[in-house]
């Protein structure tokens, strides 16, 4: 069962397996929809070798600060630094 109202955003990851690890994590708990903004890498053999991505991964064009699409007319944001 797909959570399509859950939306994962990661921004600035510094290294590709970082995104494969969330990916598989991702996968585990059934959701799909994992946006990238500014990777340092990706693709990248090493976040394929973690896990296989979810589909609909795409590589977000840059933002300026405060400005992540990918956030737009969501209810409720957490973030960790």
Known sequence: MDSPDIRIV???PSHPGNIGAVARA???MALSQLLL?????F???DATA???LPPG???AD???TGSLPG???LKRVGAAK
């Open 10 to 12: 990661l921004v600035a």
């Open 26 to 28: 991702m996968k585990n």
């Open 37 to 41: 903004v500014r990777p340092k890498e």
């Open 43 to 45: 693709p990248h053999p």
């Open 50 to 52: 973690r896990a296989t």
């Open 57 to 59: 991964t795409q590589k």
């Open 62 to 64: 840059p933002f300026p």
């Open 71 to 73: 956030i737009v007319g």
